[in-house]
């Protein structure tokens, strides 16, 4: 194939757009240099949990100054099975019409899952990751970056309606001393006052001095006194509230995803396995020392190793993550916990059920069940079970799988954290 074919260009290796369920790992452009045709070749990797069983992509050839050259290509890779962290679509060479392309430009427009729901591309811009940055890293920098603008956008709405309202204070002010200075004196003349300045002064029009004749007749007059409008102190400027800190630097997470490969529930184990890695990385792209009590789903643990686990790496705090597996009719979400763990239960069932929309579990009153739980009592710190959902509930699971999801579940789990750690 060296000798047949040669390579014209590369694209940028990891292409990525936001919320994207596939990554463009590498693209080449091939020439045959046989019969003188231009071929692209892309490699793309799944991003997510469902399978994968199609994908559409837009090749846009470039000509050698990089400029568009005719209408862009569509591929389809059909008949797909493909699971998260797979790569396909390296072995398919797409013919480009044009024998002039020099360049292309890729972007993945439809992906279809094993479920037939679809995520379709609304004009995302695909650019390369940072070097050393996962996507899963990626998302979590964007959405916190989103947070941080709405909180911005919110600071900078209170501020305009503070300074609408001082104005309005001022006009106001200014106003009433204009309609005191009008005001008319005593003896029926009107007062005349000095142009504003800094000090409001009045100053009443002087009388001429009295000869000595009308000194001896009427006496000593009075000296007139001088009226003034006192000015109003500068009302200070708003302070802007300073913005608590936000990262886990410092502290250090245990994370005990529940079955394992000898318990009766296999598909569960594997995915509170396969979230709780998820979680690992993202509570570390917040600075987060994380501990994991088991990295497979063939051993078996128990719960005493799993506490002896936490409690040796001196956790500050520590989640169990499980899924419930009762009737599918059951849907929901709760919080296990023992009585001395019971405000961090309170804390961490609130922050998950408001940030995923999930229900509580009917018969679970605000979402805390008191358990005794072996774990929990003998790891050495603050540890609660989450109940992520119903695993049998056709709904729950189909949230539980959800990629959007599973961002908001990050999320509400490390808001928690850092509420029970931080106050």
Do not use: H
């Not at 400027?237 to 990262?247: D, H, I, S």
Request: aromatic share 6%; proline share 5%.
């Amino acid at each position: 194939m060296a000798e047949r074919y040669s390579i014209l260009n590369s694209l940028p290796q990891n292409l990525y757009a936001s919320d994207a369920p596939v990554l463009i790992v590498a693209g080449n452009l091939l020439k045959d240099n046989e019969t003188g045709a231009i071929l692209a070749q892309i490699k793309l990797q799944s991003l997510v949990n469902k399978p994968i069983k199609a994908v559409t992509v837009s090749i846009k050839p470039l000509d050698a100054a990089e400029k568009p050259l005719g209408t862009a290509v569509t591929q389809e890779y059909l008949d797909l099975s493909v699971k998260r962290g797979e790569n396909f679509g390296q072995n398919t060479a797409v013919m480009l019409p044009d024998a002039s392309a020099r360049g292309m430009s890729v972007s993945v427009s439809r992906v279809v899952f094993s479920d037939n729901t679809e995520w379709k591309e609304k004009g995302e811009k695909w650019e390369p990751l940072p070097k050393g940055v996962t996507p899963e890293q990626y998302k979590a920098e964007e959405e916190q970056q989103r947070k941080q603008l709405k909180k911005q956008q919110k600071r900078i709405v209170i501020l305009s309606v503070i300074v609408a309202l001082l104005i309005i204070v001022i006009a106001a002010v200014l106003l009433a001393r204009k309609t005191a200075r009008q005001q008319y004196s005593g003896d029926g003349s009107k007062r005349t006052t000095a142009a504003p300045t800094e000090r409001y002064t009045e100053i009443t029009p002087q009388k001429p001095k009295a000869t000595p004749v009308e000194l001896l007749q009427t006496g000593t007059p009075e000296p007139e006194k001088e009226t003034t409008i006192p000015v109003e102190p500068e009302t200070p400027a708003p302070v802007e509230p300073v913005e608590p800190e936000t990262t886990l630097a410092g502290f250090t997470i245990g994370i005990d995803p529940t079955r394992d490969g000898g318990s009766n529930y296999r598909d569960e184990a594997a995915y509170n396995l396969e979230f709780a890695k998820q979680l690992k990385e993202y509570l570390e792209s917040r600075g987060a020392k994380v501990v994991i009590t088991r990295e497979d789903n063939k051993k078996e643990v128990g719960n005493s190793k799993r506490a002896k686990i936490i409690k040796d790496a001196k956790c500050d705090a520590a989640i169990r993550l499980m899924c419930n597996e009762v009737s599918g009719s059951a849907s929901g979400c709760f919080v296990q916990g023992t009585k001395q763990n019971e405000s961090f239960a309170r804390i961490m069932i609130k922050a998950y059920s408001e940030e995923t929309g999930m229900k509580i579990q009917s018969g679970k009153g605000e979402g805390f069940d008191k358990v005794s739980d072996e774990v929990a009592s003998r790891c050495g710190c603050p540890c609660v079970k989450l109940i992520m959902g119903n695993w049998k509930n056709k709904s729950d699971r189909a949230n539980l799988e959800n990629e959007a999801f599973q961002t908001k579940m990050l999320e509400a789990i490390y808001e928690a954290l850092l509420s029970q750690l931080k106050n």
